[in-house]
């Protein structure tokens, strides 16, 4: 696929996202520019998804790398198996042979256990890296991702200079447990997704959940905006939007009133609180049907 | 007309003049993603903002900025240029020329010119038929501009917040309004949440103490069996009390509170906490739903006293000061003319593991007028200036 903003346009549409310019132009970028997109924004607004829409509009692989406190190296690029290593030195063992014959042996690739990183240097084509939670991982872990995020290339001493044949895609997202150093914001593009406007999400709705009334859809996703703009310690996602729009269609509700709100409001809102908070507004939270 | 380039670069220093900052590096990408987005309003707009803006809290500066600066030069430059100098020969003696506009994006003092809907005046002279036409679609892509940043403005709710936080992180607690306070809690669930991790981050990542033989040598395989790389068993939760007290007199009643939610947030990674407010008297605090909770209640009214305080707590508490204690004392140490009693604080941090004293006041004005802290200063293990949300959190951050 020839990378261009028409084309990537039409790419996301074809993956069923819906999305506005910013998300357009950012991916096309990361795409046109080859630079890592690193990507903020609430919880839940689909930041996630943006690394997977890319790989299917690409048609290739999503390597995913969560990070997480304590994520170090080995964990991230590679490791030897040291278990088989093990047993195979001890397999060894009564044949008399000499470290060296063995150990060409137990360093080769065999015996390497490719982690995410190493494999994204490694695939034969260009693939899609997802770094995912960038904030949770150590700043030491970040330093080391900028060194391998610039040239793409490690060394492994016993194999020796291994660099990638198709710089992979990278996006990194962030909920910001901590702040990013400034060089990494520095060296990635910045895309901040916000949860969608109404209009968006009623469209999401319609495109996901095509079996839900359109009617219904409309006020579903504006009733979700309103729970966003109220205050709440964890709100609605787009994922639980459409989990609470199936929830609708398999409950055959035809209209949107505080009994089905009230019963069905523990798959928008996961927090006790939030509950107790909303439960007694449910009637004046729902918005009346717009006829279109 | 001025290349592009030289446009980008002078945008470029309207938005570091606007107090974002920008590297070389992220200049270059700019002009590489224009290049490739094309020049096109909207996708133009976003490649700048993907490649300069690297914070969302910036971003509204951008809009404005970008606003000013391509909705006025992109108005003007309509992309038929015989038309442009019709309209300016018709215009005489107009104080710009059309082409000097799509030349100068600096801001103009003129107040015509800084409103981009509106028609610039070496134009409003030559109005003929001919003309109308690309003058009106200029004008709606200027407006469009402005409309889609108002449009943006309303759906990015999370948006707002986070750039209301990010002023609010850098606004002095003696400067904060009620609505700056409410913006502060609103997001200290993201502060306790960072300084939850880094806390227990540190807890964690031992350097020393004893060492963890199984992934010792589980790290020592990959070097070839050689125990190059020490791992260390977790350090326990530290045998640390903690207890605070925070002034909440009016003028640095935020500071305290803010400071008494924070450290609530990060209790676990201590043995016990024990929370005391005081103005003249001492009481002490705790949180129900979010709110200050004090026994028993305090005057509001009252004067701040700080010496009676410390032997109140020395003589109600003493139980609570041991060499497992650590103290942190929140308050601007204007004591109101009234005895210092340092000799109190003295004793407090002879008995306990460390006494740290935050201070929300300016520096600079620390020690004059009823300001006892500098008497109180010397018995403190250190005092550590926390004017805003987020000196606090670093603070903070040194001192747990």
């Not at chain 1, 910001?176 to 895309?191: F, G, K, T, V, Y």
């Not at chain 1, 209009?199 to 709705?205: A, L, N, P, V």
Request: aromatic fraction near 6%; glycine fraction near 6%; include cysteine.
């Amino acid at each position: 696929m020839d990378i261009t903003p028409q084309n990537v346009s039409e790419g996301l549409r074809h993956a069923a996202y819906i999305t506005n310019q910013r998300v357009e132009t950012a991916i096309f970028l990361a795409l046109a520019l080859d630079k890592p997109l690193l990507i903020e924004g609430p919880a839940g607004s689909g930041k996630t998804e943006v690394a997977k829409v890319i790989a299917a509009m690409l048609a290739t692989e999503l390597i995913r790398l969560q990070c997480y406190e304590g994520l170090d190296e080995a964990r991230a690029l590679y490791e030897w198996n040291y278990q088989k290593q093990l047993l195979r030195l001890q397999a060894d063992e009564h044949r008399g042979l000499r470290w060296e014959d063995v150990s060409e042996h137990l360093f080769s690739r065999d015996y390497l256990l490719e982690r995410p990183l190493l494999r994204a240097i490694l695939a034969p084509r260009r693939v899609v890296l997802l770094i995912d939670e960038v904030d949770k991982a150590d700043e030491e872990f970040e330093a080391f991702l900028l060194e391998l995020l610039s040239d793409f290339q490690v060394s492994i001493p016993e194999l020796g200079t291994i660099a990638a044949r198709e710089r992979p895609c990278v996006v990194l997202t962030s909920n910001r447990a901590r702040e990013l150093s400034e060089a990494l914001r520095r060296r990635c593009l910045h895309l901040f997704i916000d949860f969608p406007s109404t209009e968006q999400e009623r469209r999401i709705i319609e495109l996901k959940v095509p079996e839900l009334d359109a009617l219904l859809a409309e006020q579903a996703a504006r009733l979700v905006g309103a729970l966003r703009k109220a205050g709440l310690k964890k709100a609605p996602s787009i994922a639980e939007t459409l989990d609470w729009a199936r929830a609708l269609v398999r409950l055959g509700v035809r209209e949107l009133d505080t009994p089905a709100v009230r019963s069905t409001l523990g798959l928008l809102l996961k927090h006790e609180d939030d509950r107790a908070k909303i439960e007694s507004k449910v009637a004046s939270l729902i918005p009346h049907p717009r006829s279109r | 007309m001025i290349p592009m380039r030289e446009q980008l670069l002078r945008f470029v220093d309207e938005l570091r003049g606007a107090g974002v900052r920008i590297s070389v590096a992220e200049t270059l990408d700019a002009m590489r993603a224009v290049a490739a987005a094309g020049f096109e309003r909207g996708p133009m707009r976003e490649a700048l903002a993907a490649s300069l803006i690297k914070d969302e809290a910036d971003r509204p500066i951008f809009d404005r900025t970008y606003a000013q600066f391509f909705g006025r030069s992109r108005a003007t430059e309509p992309r038929l240029p015989e038309r442009r100098s019709g309209a300016r020969a018709s215009s005489g003696g107009a104080p710009h020329s059309a082409a000097g506009l799509a030349v100068r994006p600096v801001p103009e003092p003129e107040p015509s010119m800084q409103k981009p809907g509106r028609k610039p005046p070496a134009q409003k002279a030559g109005q003929t038929g001919e003309h109308d036409e690309p003058r009106a679609e200029a004008e709606a892509e200027s407006a469009g501009i402005e409309g889609e940043g108002e449009h943006q403005a309303a759906t990015g709710t999370e948006g707002i917040r986070m750039a209301g936080l990010a002023a609010v992180e850098r606004a002095p607690f003696e400067q904060y309004s009620d609505f700056d306070y409410e913006t502060a809690r609103d997001s200290l669930a993201i502060l306790v949440r960072r300084l939850r991790v880094r806390v227990g981050r540190r807890l964690r990542m031992a350097r020393r103490g004893r060492v963890d033989f199984r992934r010792t040598i589980r790290a020592a395989i990959q070097h070839g069996g050689a125990l190059i790389d020490l791992r260390f068993r977790a350090r326990r939760p530290r045998h640390v009390d903690l207890l605070i007290l925070a002034d909440i007199s009016g003028s640095v009643r935020y500071a305290a509170t803010l400071m008494l939610e924070l450290v609530a947030g990060v209790h676990e990674s201590f043995r016990r906490v024990h929370s005391f407010v005081f103005i003249d008297h001492l009481a002490e605090a705790g949180f129900e739903h979010g709110h200050l909770v004090m026994t028993p209640a305090l005057d509001p009214y009252a004067r701040s006293d700080f010496g009676r305080v410390l032997s109140e707590l020395r003589e109600q508490h003493g139980e609570l000061l041991g060499p497992a204690t650590l103290v942190i004392i929140m308050g601007d140490g204007r004591n109101n003319r009234r005895p210092a009693r340092a000799d109190m604080l003295a004793d407090i941090a002879h008995r306990c593991r460390a006494v740290y004293w935050l201070n929300p006041e300016a520096p600079a004005r620390w020690g004059t007028g009823d300001s006892a802290i500098n008497q109180y200063a010397r018995h403190v293990t250190a005092l550590v200036p926390s004017q805003t949300l987020r000196e606090l959190e670093h603070a903070l951050l040194e001192v747990v």
